[in-house]
């Protein structure tokens, strides 16, 4: 029977999991493979484990249970390794990796925000801020004709919406890294030009929050930001 990984503390960790099932159906019971400072929270993995409901929300609050008393690695849904044994094996070799990570992550948890800003409002700001840009508009807006000056355009939009977005980013980001311990910054895509984790030490969860709300509030309808959080901290696992 392969093993199934919850998460992994270390040995001190008073791993309070009465009432806590683990994943498949029936709900396989939890137990604990050890070594002299680690401890892995696992059960037997199910014959198909698939990403269903029931099954994510038992990954999680084994989780959530465990990072209520104390610092956890918590580990991706689906993460199987061949036998208890293996399970071990890992815990020995990654020793100090897995000790330096709990103590970085002791006390703390993950916030994810997605920031957007409203497309047209973003073209409204270059044509006005740019007077090259404006004659380039105007001129291709009444000549239907004018090819090269619309690639011309074409590709002083696109460079002014990626600086543009860039300075937006780094500026946010400077703005909340003091209440936050660390920051995971991922690359943009074409809906949202800011998409970043931030590691929280607990007793900053609320001026984390205040410092997003702050943010959003001061740039405006325009920009839209989304704070999901407290989460277990797996951007930084």
Do not use: N
Request: glycine share 6%; hydrophobic share 40%; aromatic share 6%.
């Amino acid at each position: 029977m392969t093993t199934y990984v919850y998460a992994i503390t270390d040995a001190a960790h008073p791993l309070r999991l009465s009432g806590v099932a683990g994943v498949g159906s029936p709900a396989a019971p939890l137990r604990t493979v050890r070594t002299e400072d680690l401890c892995a929270v696992v059960s037997d993995a199910p014959a198909e484990l698939r990403a269903k409901r029931r099954d994510v929300a038992a990954h999680q609050d084994v989780q959530e249970r465990l990072m209520a008393d104390g610092s956890c690695l918590p580990m991706r849904f689906g993460l199987v390794g061949p036998d208890d044994e293996q399970v071990a094996a890992v815990l020995e070799e990654q020793h100090d990796t897995y000790t330096q990570r709990l103590g970085e992550l002791a006390g703390c948890r993950e916030y994810h925000l997605k920031v957007t800003r409203d497309e047209e409002d973003l073209l409204r700001e270059i044509v006005r801020d740019s007077p090259k840009v404006r004659r380039l508009h105007d001129r291709t807006r009444h000549d239907s004709g004018a090819h090269d000056d619309k690639l011309v355009l074409g590709e002083l939009i696109s460079h002014e919406v990626r600086a543009r977005q860039a300075r937006a980013r780094t500026d946010i980001l400077a703005r909340l890294a003091p209440a936050a311990v660390r920051i995971e910054d991922a690359e943009p895509t074409k809906h949202h030009f800011l998409i970043a984790s931030f590691l929280v030490a607990r007793e900053q969860a609320a001026a984390f929050s205040h410092a997003v709300r702050t943010e959003a509030q001061q740039r405006g309808d325009h920009y839209t930001f989304r704070l999901y959080g407290p989460l277990p901290p797996y951007s930084f696992v």
